[in-house]
């Protein structure tokens, strides 16, 4: 997005023809109403970004089909000269030919047209240059088929689109469309505006369309265009005055067939514009984020080094994208109906008023006729920012220049520091909305995804704290890892073929999220399809299903998907990913009785199985369970941790619902996963983080998990350990890791197994053996940990863990494992708070143990893979026991 600088935001505001409301489409479904259409096609136009073009920056739907689009805006226009009565010297004709072409041009090469041309539509910044407005009027409205009015002003277009005549959706009278118009129809309304800007007043104003029809049709039969123009309105001296390359221009702008008439871009190379045309340089669209030009590869520093260092009143919000300001704008109280309605552009009238015409059979009629509210209204408010610039007094220049390196603590504080110091710790939806408190994260999250990868590390560690909604798109793909040229990979796709797949993904793609505006576009649709398709297709040995629906957009939706899907889903789209798909349901299973054995229990008596209502929970990462408002929450925090954070998102959703799923039985449980009730997204993010930190990272192992990139590929952030960084990611093979079960094993287990590395971390033993106080994780990254060994006495005295204790198997169950006698209340009834591993030299006996430990509700209990077996190779165990 551009900077605002010396630019204004404009509001303007038009409706869609409306649908019938008893007319349904091929599929049985109503219509998509024609502004969400628009709302779709809009999207594209606010990635359109050339210094001769308005800049456009949202589109918001109201009722009735009121569509309210914001842009750049500035109050100087063409139609000021116009206004004085005086003709253009001949310099500022070129000039503002060349521009205004150079504009058109580069709307052709993103297959659009302006059709709207006229002098209140070209407008001019500051220095004088050339801004093309409402450029995208025509596209958004699938060239006029989805608005009641006609695009363009009939004085500036060509001949061959005053002769189709209008078109409207609503008219059932039409059946197809006229052709859409071409290049060359911009470069004749171009020459009308060039020509009245020689005459210095405007022509054909006051000539209704049938005479104006019969002059352009008379017009066709002359040779020379710009003569008959001048006779006609008394100005043909003003016109032989003109320097040739001027008469030239316009000769070629007003040729009457099309098929003679020059495109905007052979235009642009022609000789009129060679004494001007070496003042511009050609225009280089700055690099985005992910691709692989350099992105600073144009900058260029100034040849007075000063002008850096100019002083323009403080006016730091002025380079600001523009986007950026008008969301701020929006947080400080910004209303765009209200700004309209103060300027007496959207009136409301009482219904009596708005009742339709109807007709008897005798031909008379009743009620109101066409409401002249719902033609187009050409107007455009200025966006007031006072009340933005009023709510930001306080904050200080170097909140939107911060430093990015560590010497920033050491900075002076701004006034308002306390205030946003203490915003932080508030509930995440409050912090979306204060003002001041996005502008300090969006400045910051601009300045780290610039740098980016370089700042890989701090952009993790910010989005530790929250992630500006402005930003998110950027920062998922940030953090998902996505580097590189991704337009060219998602380009070179064949998204056009057809597959078997098609058909399946056009049924799923409408029931999707519907109820978002975007997403329910004819737009979005598409964009969506191909998304899917370009995945199906660039992995072959993968399958399509139908709950695969990420909400993500473009080729950076593509790169996002490709990332995400192997690092969360790895391997669940096979073609028979049932053993993918069980194995990650039982070690679900494991982690609720590890955090809930009571729930647990419940759940397994009652026969409610993972199977039964967390299948779409996973294959859809929670975007079947959740709008998306609180899924953009929940990814926030999902994309931070690794393969495993999910199974604790799950587990934190039961502990929501947990009251209610104790006091029911198996119907009842399956009526309530059917209608899920309410989920504080918020507290399911907090606890979920706290269930992640006292789950050890092996418990969660499993075979069909992505493997481990190598260390120099995972994020880490040197001496700040968390559950986010690589220290808590996936585990990297060792002799001491867990060892793969068989799917029937490890459904025989109810609890996890951790490994004998995870134990020796959590324990910190190193060196020679001792025991050292453990430290909840939730402070230093380890959880307290007790570990229980179930060995003989005399087993146990010849070495074993430092600070374990010691239950022998065999005074706690019989020989055919039935109980003996219950160690929680004799032994372990102090010990509820730790993590607690079992251990034996005999696995059965472990998992066993640690079975009935979940049978009579005890928490956090895992049995370690491999038992002494394993232990003993390690070197760290103690001889004499310590007495507990």
Same mark, same amino acid.
Request: hydrophobic share 40%; aromatic share 10%.
């Given at each position: 997005?551009?900077?605002?600088r010396?630019?204004?935001?404009?509001a303007?505001?038009f409706?869609?023809s409306p649908?019938?409301?008893?007319?349904c489409?091929s599929?049985g479904?109503p219509l998509?109403?024609?502004s969400i259409?628009?709302?779709?096609?809009f999207?594209?136009?606010k990635?359109i970004?050339h210094p001769?073009?308005?800049?456009y920056v949202?589109i918001?739907?109201?009722?009735?089909?009121?569509?309210?689009?914001v842009?750049?805006?500035?109050e100087k226009s063409?139609?000021d000269?116009?206004?004085?009565?005086?003709?253009v010297s001949?310099?500022?004709?070129?000039?503002?030919?060349?521009?205004?072409?150079?504009?058109l041009?580069f709307m052709?090469k993103?297959?659009?047209?302006?059709?709207a041309?006229?002098?209140n539509?070209?407008?001019?910044?500051c220095?004088?240059?050339?801004?093309?407005?409402?450029f995208?009027?025509?596209h958004?409205?699938?060239?006029?088929?989805d608005?009641d009015f006609?695009?363009?002003?009939p004085s500036?277009l060509p001949?061959?689109?005053i002769a189709q005549?209008?078109?409207?959706s609503s008219?059932?009278s039409?059946?197809?469309?006229?052709?859409?118009?071409?290049?060359k129809?911009?470069?004749w309304?171009?020459?009308?505006?060039?020509?009245?800007?020689?005459?210095?007043?405007?022509?054909?104003q006051?000539i209704d369309?049938?005479?104006?029809?019969?002059f352009?049709?008379?017009?066709g039969?002359?040779?020379d265009?710009i003569?008959?123009?001048a006779?006609?309105?008394?100005?043909l001296?003003?016109i032989?005055?003109l320097?040739?390359?001027v008469?030239a221009?316009?000769r070629k702008?007003?040729?009457f067939?099309?098929?003679k008439r020059?495109?905007?871009?052979e235009?642009l190379?022609?000789s009129?514009?060679?004494?001007?045309?070496?003042?511009?340089?050609?225009?280089?669209?700055?690099v985005?984020?992910?691709a692989?030009?350099p992105?600073?590869?144009?900058?260029?520093?100034?040849?007075?080094?000063?002008e850096l260092?100019?002083d323009?009143g403080e006016?730091?919000?002025?380079?600001r994208?523009i986007?950026?300001?008008?969301?701020?704008?929006?947080?400080?109280g910004?209303?765009l109906?209200?700004?309209?309605?103060?300027?007496?552009i959207?009136?409301s009238?009482?219904p009596?008023?708005?009742?339709?015409r109807?007709?008897?059979?005798?031909?008379?009629s009743f009620?109101?006729g066409r409401d002249?509210s719902f033609l187009?209204d050409?107007?455009t408010?200025?966006?007031?920012l006072n009340?933005?610039?009023?709510?930001?007094?306080d904050v200080t220049?170097e909140?939107?220049?911060?430093?990015?390196e560590d010497?920033?603590s050491?900075?002076?504080?701004?006034?308002?520091?306390?205030e946003?110091?203490?915003t932080?710790?508030?509930?995440l939806?409050?912090?979306?909305?204060?003002t001041?408190y996005q502008?300090t994260?969006?400045v910051l999250f601009?300045?780290?995804?610039?740098a980016?990868?370089?700042?890989?590390?701090?952009?993790?560690k910010e989005?530790?704290v929250?992630i500006p909604?402005?930003?998110?798109?950027l920062?998922?793909?940030?953090?998902?890892?996505v580097?590189?040229?991704?337009?060219?990979k998602y380009?070179?796709i064949?998204?056009d073929?057809?597959?078997?797949t098609?058909r399946?993904?056009?049924v799923?793609?409408p029931r999707?999220?519907q109820y978002d505006e975007?997403l329910s576009?004819?737009?979005?649709?598409?964009k969506?399809?191909r998304v899917?398709k370009a995945?199906v297709?660039s992995?072959p040995d993968?399958v399509?299903?139908?709950?695969l629906?990420?909400?993500?957009l473009s080729a950076?939706?593509?790169a996002?998907?490709s990332a995400?899907i +192997?690092?969360y889903?790895?391997n669940f &789209?096979? *073609?028979d990913? =049932?053993?993918v798909?069980? /194995? $990650?349901?039982?070690?679900?299973s494991?982690?609720?009785?590890?955090?809930?054995?009571?729930?647990s229990?419940?759940?397994?008596?009652i026969?409610?199985?993972?199977?039964?209502?967390?299948?779409?929970?996973?294959?859809?990462?929670?975007t079947?369970?959740?709008?998306l408002h609180?899924i953009?929450?929940?990814?926030?925090?999902?994309?931070?941790?690794?393969s495993?954070f999910p199974?604790?998102?799950?587990?934190a959703?039961?502990?929501q619902l947990r009251?209610r799923?104790l006091a029911?039985?198996f119907?009842?449980?399956?009526?309530?996963?059917?209608d899920l009730?309410?989920?504080d997204i918020?507290?399911?993010?907090?606890?979920?983080?706290n269930?992640?930190c006292?789950?050890?990272?092996?418990a969660?192992?499993?075979?069909?998990?992505?493997?481990?990139? +190598?260390?120099s590929?995972?994020?880490? &952030?040197g *001496?700040?350990? =968390?559950y986010?960084?690589? /220290? $808590?990611?996936d585990?990297t093979?060792?002799?001491l890791?867990r060892?793969?079960?068989k799917l029937?094993?490890l459904?025989?287990e109810?609890?996890?197994?951790?490994?004998?590395?995870?134990?020796?971390?959590l324990c910190?033993?190193?060196?020679?053996a001792?025991?050292?106080t453990?430290?909840k994780?939730?402070r230093?990254?380890?959880?307290?940990?007790l570990a229980?060994d179930?060995?003989s006495?005399e087993?146990f005295s010849?070495g074993h863990i430092?600070?374990s204790?010691n239950i022998?198997?065999?005074?706690t169950?019989?020989?055919?494992?039935?109980l003996?006698q219950c160690?929680?209340?004799?032994?372990l009834?102090?010990?509820?708070f730790r993590?607690i591993?079992i251990?034996?030299s005999?696995?059965?006996?472990?998992t066993?143990?640690?079975a009935?430990?979940?049978k009579v509700?005890?928490?956090?209990v895992?049995v370690?893979?491999?038992?002494?077996?394993k232990?003993?190779?390690?070197?760290?165990l103690?001889?004499p026991?310590p007495?507990?």
């Amino acid at each position: 997005m551009q900077p605002l600088r010396d630019a204004e935001l404009g509001a303007s505001t038009f409706f869609a023809s409306p649908l019938p409301h008893d007319v349904c489409g091929s599929n049985g479904l109503p219509l998509t109403p024609n502004s969400i259409k628009i709302l779709g096609r809009f999207q594209i136009l606010k990635t359109i970004t050339h210094p001769r073009l308005c800049q456009y920056v949202d589109i918001t739907r109201g009722k009735h089909e009121r569509l309210v689009i914001v842009a750049e805006h500035y109050e100087k226009s063409l139609k000021d000269f116009l206004k004085q009565g005086k003709a253009v010297s001949p310099e500022k004709v070129l000039q503002v030919a060349y521009e205004v072409l150079e504009g058109l041009e580069f709307m052709n090469k993103h297959g659009m047209v302006h059709r709207a041309l006229s002098p209140n539509n070209v407008l001019l910044d500051c220095v004088g240059k050339v801004k093309l407005a409402k450029f995208g009027l025509y596209h958004m409205t699938d060239h006029g088929a989805d608005v009641d009015f006609p695009i363009g002003y009939p004085s500036y277009l060509p001949p061959e689109v005053i002769a189709q005549g209008c078109f409207y959706s609503s008219n059932p009278s039409i059946i197809e469309a006229p052709l859409p118009s071409g290049p060359k129809t911009d470069v004749w309304s171009l020459g009308v505006l060039l020509f009245e800007l020689c005459v210095g007043r405007q022509i054909l104003q006051n000539i209704d369309i049938s005479e104006r029809m019969k002059f352009i049709i008379t017009l066709g039969c002359m040779d020379d265009i710009i003569t008959v123009l001048a006779e006609e309105h008394g100005c043909l001296d003003t016109i032989k005055e003109l320097p040739e390359n001027v008469q030239a221009l316009l000769r070629k702008c007003l040729t009457f067939l099309p098929s003679k008439r020059p495109t905007p871009a052979e235009l642009l190379g022609d000789s009129v514009f060679e004494s001007i045309s070496c003042q511009y340089t050609p225009y280089q669209s700055p690099v985005r984020l992910f691709a692989a030009a350099p992105r600073c590869a144009h900058l260029q520093l100034p040849e007075d080094i000063s002008e850096l260092c100019k002083d323009d009143g403080e006016n730091y919000l002025a380079e600001r994208a523009i986007d950026e300001v008008y969301h701020l704008w929006c947080l400080a109280g910004g209303d765009l109906e209200k700004e309209l309605t103060n300027q007496e552009i959207i009136q409301s009238k009482p219904p009596i008023c708005t009742l339709p015409r109807f007709i008897l059979e005798d031909g008379e009629s009743f009620g109101q006729g066409r409401d002249r509210s719902f033609l187009l209204d050409d107007t455009t408010v200025t966006l007031s920012l006072n009340q933005l610039k009023n709510r930001l007094k306080d904050v200080t220049g170097e909140t939107y220049y911060p430093l990015l390196e560590d010497e920033q603590s050491s900075l002076p504080q701004s006034n308002s520091s306390n205030e946003l110091s203490a915003t932080v710790t508030l509930p995440l939806i409050i912090r979306e909305r204060d003002t001041e408190y996005q502008l300090t994260r969006i400045v910051l999250f601009d300045r780290l995804l610039k740098a980016y990868p370089y700042k890989k590390n701090q952009v993790w560690k910010e989005a530790r704290v929250d992630i500006p909604p402005l930003l998110r798109g950027l920062a998922w793909a940030a953090l998902l890892g996505v580097e590189g040229d991704i337009r060219s990979k998602y380009d070179g796709i064949d998204k056009d073929t057809p597959i078997p797949t098609d058909r399946q993904i056009e049924v799923d793609i409408p029931r999707c999220h519907q109820y978002d505006e975007l997403l329910s576009s004819p737009q979005g649709h598409i964009k969506f399809r191909r998304v899917l398709k370009a995945w199906v297709v660039s992995h072959p040995d993968l399958v399509y299903w139908q709950v695969l629906l990420l909400f993500f957009l473009s080729a950076l939706a593509y790169a996002c998907m490709s990332a995400f899907i +192997p690092k969360y889903l790895y391997n669940f &789209f096979l *073609k028979d990913n =049932s053993h993918v798909i069980q /194995e $990650y349901l039982t070690v679900f299973s494991q982690m609720i009785a590890f955090h809930d054995p009571e729930l647990s229990n419940h759940l397994n008596e009652i026969g409610f199985i993972p199977d039964l209502y967390a299948i779409p929970w996973f294959l859809t990462m929670f975007t079947h369970v959740f709008p998306l408002h609180k899924i953009f929450h929940l990814w926030d925090t999902l994309l931070l941790g690794n393969s495993s954070f999910p199974f604790c998102i799950g587990v934190a959703i039961l502990q929501q619902l947990r009251d209610r799923l104790l006091a029911n039985g198996f119907n009842e449980c399956i009526l309530l996963f059917s209608d899920l009730p309410e989920i504080d997204i918020e507290r399911c993010v907090r606890e979920s983080i706290n269930l992640f930190c006292w789950t050890p990272k092996s418990a969660t192992y499993r075979q069909h998990a992505q493997p481990n990139k +190598p260390a120099s590929d995972s994020n880490s &952030f040197g *001496k700040t350990p =968390s559950y986010y960084s690589s /220290e $808590y990611q996936d585990l990297t093979k060792t002799d001491l890791s867990r060892e793969p079960l068989k799917l029937s094993e490890l459904k025989a287990e109810v609890s996890p197994r951790i490994s004998v590395e995870d134990l020796i971390d959590l324990c910190e033993l190193s060196g020679p053996a001792y025991f050292k106080t453990p430290v909840k994780r939730a402070r230093t990254g380890k959880p307290k940990i007790l570990a229980v060994d179930t060995r003989s006495l005399e087993d146990f005295s010849r070495g074993h863990i430092p600070g374990s204790i010691n239950i022998p198997y065999n005074s706690t169950f019989g020989p055919e494992g039935e109980l003996v006698q219950c160690p929680v209340t004799s032994t372990l009834a102090g010990y509820r708070f730790r993590v607690i591993v079992i251990l034996s030299s005999i696995m059965k006996n472990a998992t066993t143990f640690a079975a009935h430990l979940v049978k009579v509700n005890f928490p956090r209990v895992c049995v370690l893979d491999g038992g002494m077996n394993k232990m003993k190779s390690t070197g760290l165990l103690t001889v004499p026991s310590p007495q507990i």
